[in-house]
């Protein structure tokens, strides 16, 4: 009984609501306290350009991070792509599941161009952390 209200049927309920109001994804989903952390491996710490695989503890880091600081939930996303237009377009496909993207190691000058196109075609927050975190 209590697996048919996770799962089929009960989760059609929620899923019709959403479908007649999308804001209330945010009440039924872990949108609303999950943040992709998303990266390509190209400017990573002190290691700098050492690929998407490599830069996943750096990422799951984060994630623990985002957890016990602010209790928001980390999913660490390494992408194996350095090419703007490919990331920029992957992040704006998963933007569905995330109430945020916290763009992460991403080599300069394309993180702020990627920052700057996501700001502009997403309706959820971005933040650069190797530009906006340090600054704080």
Known sequence: EELSLAYSPGVAEPCKEIH???RKVYDYT?????????????????????????????????????????GIN??????????TDEIVNTVKLLQPNYGGINLEDISAPRCFEIEET???????????DDQHGTAI
């Not at 490599?54 to 602010?70: C, D, N, Q, T």
Request: aromatic share 4%; glycine share 10%; no cysteine.
């Open 74 to 83: 980390g999913v660490p996303i390494a992408l194996d792509t350095t090419d």
């Open 30 to 70: 872990i949108k609303a306290n999950t943040v992709a952390v998303v990266t390509d491996g190209t400017a990573v710490l002190g290691l700098g350009n050492i690929g998407a695989e490599a830069s996943i503890p750096v990422m799951e880091g984060k994630a623990v991070l985002f957890k016990s600081f602010a």
């Open 118 to 128: 996501l700001k502009k075609e997403t309706n959820i927050p971005i933040f650069h």
């Open 20 to 22: 007649e109001d999308s």
